[in-house]
């Protein structure tokens, strides 16, 4: 089974601070996802990555930042968090887009920005 | 901008019975999933319908597909109180990477 592990479930920052939230998946997809999800909202897609070192913004890419170095590995950094930032946090990968083959994602991560 | 809208937002049924959710979508697709997310947890793929199929199943479920209409519908039959979850459509148009997940349906199965 393909497994996508996200490193916290619950982490609570401060406003200010750089918050680094990490994704690692375990079946060599190429692809690899953020998505924030908020009542009433759905998930968003905040960037996603078709390779090492590739990202693409998504549909609100503002105050976050990707790294992707290695290719089961894909961080989101939050550059100074702020309170409308508090959310749930998935993680997701896929094989090549174009295969049709759907999303696995991580269990989340509950950020609370105080 | 979400692409997929499912109504209804919310559904309460009893065990046993069947539940329908739809999804209404803007855009030309390649394929669409239906996933659930129990609370609090992140979504897991249930099925796949590419845009050339009109009906698929997958145990006690079965997916609808109208590319004419732009909607897709997901049925589950003989609901057990495990079912209870949200579930959402998402979907994938080839060359944009993305997948366009919708607003969610919250299904209730009561035992």
């Known amino acids: 089974d393909v497994k996508v592990t996200q490193s916290s479930r619950y982490l609570v920052k401060r406003t200010g601070e750089k918050v680094f939230l990490e994704c690692v998946q375990d079946m060599d997809h190429e692809n690899m996802f953020w998505y924030r999800q908020d009542p009433g909202l759905g998930l968003r897609l905040i960037y996603f990555s078709y390779d090492v070192k590739m990202k693409e913004k998504g549909d609100i890419p503002e105050g976050y930042s990707v790294s992707r170095e290695k290719k089961e590995r894909f961080s989101l950094i939050l550059e100074s968090a702020s309170t409308n930032q508090t959310s749930m946090y998935l993680c997701?990968?896929?094989?090549?887009?174009?295969?049709?083959?759907?999303?696995?994602f991580g269990d989340g991560t509950r950020l609370s920005i105080l | 901008s979400q692409q997929g809208e499912e109504d209804p937002q919310a559904l309460s049924i009893q065990e046993g019975e069947n539940a329908t959710m739809n999804c209404s979508y803007k855009t030309s697709i390649n394929n669409l999933q239906w996933y659930r997310q129990n609370s609090g947890r992140g979504l897991v793929h249930l099925i796949l319908i590419r845009s050339n199929e009109r009906e698929k199943h997958s145990g006690r479920l079965r997916v609808t597909l109208d590319t004419s209409k732009k909607s897709s519908s997901l049925l589950i039959t003989a609901s057990r109180a495990a079912d209870t979850a949200s579930y959402f459509c998402?979907?994938?148009?080839?060359?944009?990477?993305?997948?366009?997940f919708g607003t969610g349906t919250r299904l209730k199965v009561l035992a």
């Open positions: 998402a979907t994938f148009t080839s060359g944009t990477y993305k997948y366009i």
């Open positions: 997701a990968s896929s094989f090549w887009a174009d295969s049709n083959q759907p999303q696995h």
